[in-house]
């Protein structure tokens, strides 16, 4: 990438914002809210559900992932995965109609990774696995919540490979070829750095409204390192954002605002596009019209289960 087309991008995802306020669309998750009942508890045909706690490390949250395991035989080559972030909360809204409808022979397993807590979101815990730190250091915190520890990414993608991954693969049989991770906001951060640094990880990756422009722009320098050593195989992006995601000030005026998603937007593809020229990166992008950052996580779940199963993507993809 050449300096002027890096400074570019840098500028623009500075100016990306990602999370908006009340009464603008959907705002930032209500960290108070929890589970409930969910497809664990009542079931839902064709799958299998169990979970299984993950100690931490001292003074770190202990992880919970949920497993969703189709019923019956695993073809030969294994069943497809989907790995998904914020686990809790995915469970929370996963819908039956989402997994009956696949009408697949390869519906996938459903690796949900949350934390030990009935709330939907852990803030501090998933603030500390999902973002990287910049070479050399152990953590970083984000100018807007410094209170809250950042950095711990490199490490959780070690848990998942190491610890959980190999407990999954214990539970039923899975196709590495058709492996995936799918992350929002943070959880789509994250799913880029994993991209980035550990391109052999997942065959697909499902970046939904991620946070691009997290601690000055460290993302670039990912994706720098990526385009210096590009994957052994080819490895599927599905980048997805909602175009009217924003993230305000109660100054900003109706044209500020918009000029704000406007430069949002344009960061998106910007990003896509530079990941999109990287050897063996086979990039898909999407703008869901009419939808804030919140609303991102509930409206790509489902389109991520049909993919990941095999069945053809919604024409908006390009």
Known sequence: MDRQRRRLSQALLAAAGLLVLPGMG??????????????????????????????????????????????GTPPSAGFPALYLLDGNAVLNRLRPEWLTTLGTDTPPVL????????LLFDGDARH???TPAPNGRNSVRDARRPQREGGGAAAFIER????????????????????????????????LFTLCTRPRAFRSYFPVSPSLGWADNLLQHSLDHLAAQPPERNTAVWICRGD????????????QIQQRKNKGNTAFRLFADNL????????????YPGLGHGDMFSAALPEALRIVAGLAPDPAWS
């Open 244 to 255: 009217e995601e924003v993230r305000i000030t109660k100054a900003m005026n109706a044209e």
């Open 276 to 287: 999109d020229r990287i050897p063996r990166v086979e990039v898909h992008r999407r703008l």
């Open 111 to 118: 690796v949900m990774i949350g934390y030990d807590t009935d």
């Open 160 to 191: 998942i490979e190491s610890a959980i991954t190999p407990w999954v693969a214990s539970r039923t049989r899975m196709d590495p070829n058709r492996k995936a991770l799918w992350g929002h906001s943070f959880g789509g951060l994250f799913t």
């Open 128 to 130: 500390y696995d999902y």
């Open 26 to 71: 959907a705002a930032r998750p209500d960290m108070t809210r929890t589970m409930g009942t969910t497809l664990a508890d009542t079931g839902v045909p064709g799958y299998r559900f169990e979970s299984r706690v993950f100690p931490g490390s001292e003074g770190r949250r202990h992880h919970r992932v949920w497993l969703a395991i189709p019923e």
